[in-house]
């Protein structure tokens, strides 16, 4: 997992503006971001088997908490963030990288699913759970901005490339 900088704050022996994400929120708060990367030319996305995976556990948590829906066939979901650092104060779906990412994110929050985020510190070549951290969402991230089409368009795609239906 990555974290971002602040405007004007990225060291300048970072050979390479790959990967390279910025804040402009004041006051600046270190944050995990994920995705980080390039776009997978084909899809236009960062992270094809995250966005679909935050899609399942929408659907399955919409059907699970259905008014009416039997006790024991209720289901919850949520969504866990293990940010492999100490160094942040939030961790964000990064938009920069993968707008369409931090939107169904952002629709599986609306829908009740629930984020977690917890950082690790090590100690010793040893992992420990540390703090648990807020999810936060970029100032301009709504899920109904979410391009249906694309959505839609590269589920059905994964379908039929991996076998699994979206």
């Not at 910025?22 to 994920?34: K, N, R, V």
């Not at 995976?53 to 008014?67: A, D, N």
């Not at 866990?80 to 707008?99: S, Y």
């Amino acid at each position: 997992m990555g974290a971002d900088y602040p405007d004007g704050g990225v060291p300048s022996q970072r050979k390479s503006s790959a990967g390279v994400f910025t804040s402009s929120e004041l006051p600046y708060i270190p944050t995990a971001i994920f995705p980080h990367g390039s776009h997978k030319p084909k899809i236009r996305v960062v992270s094809d088997r995250a966005i679909k995976h935050v899609h399942e556990l929408t659907q399955l948590h919409e059907e699970g908490t259905r008014p009416g829906t039997p006790l024991h066939q209720q289901v919850r979901c949520g969504i866990l963030f293990v940010v492999n650092r100490a160094d942040c104060g939030a961790m964000r779906p990064c938009d920069q990288a993968d707008r369409l990412f931090a939107q169904v994110v952002k629709r599986a929050e609306e829908a009740g699913v629930l984020l977690l985020a917890y950082d690790i510190v090590w100690d010793g070549g040893k992992a420990y759970v540390g703090k648990q951290l807020p999810v936060i969402h970029g100032s301009d991230i709504r899920s109904e901005d979410i391009d249906e089409a694309h959505l839609l368009e590269w589920l059905a795609e994964k379908e039929t490339c991996d076998g699994t239906p979206p």
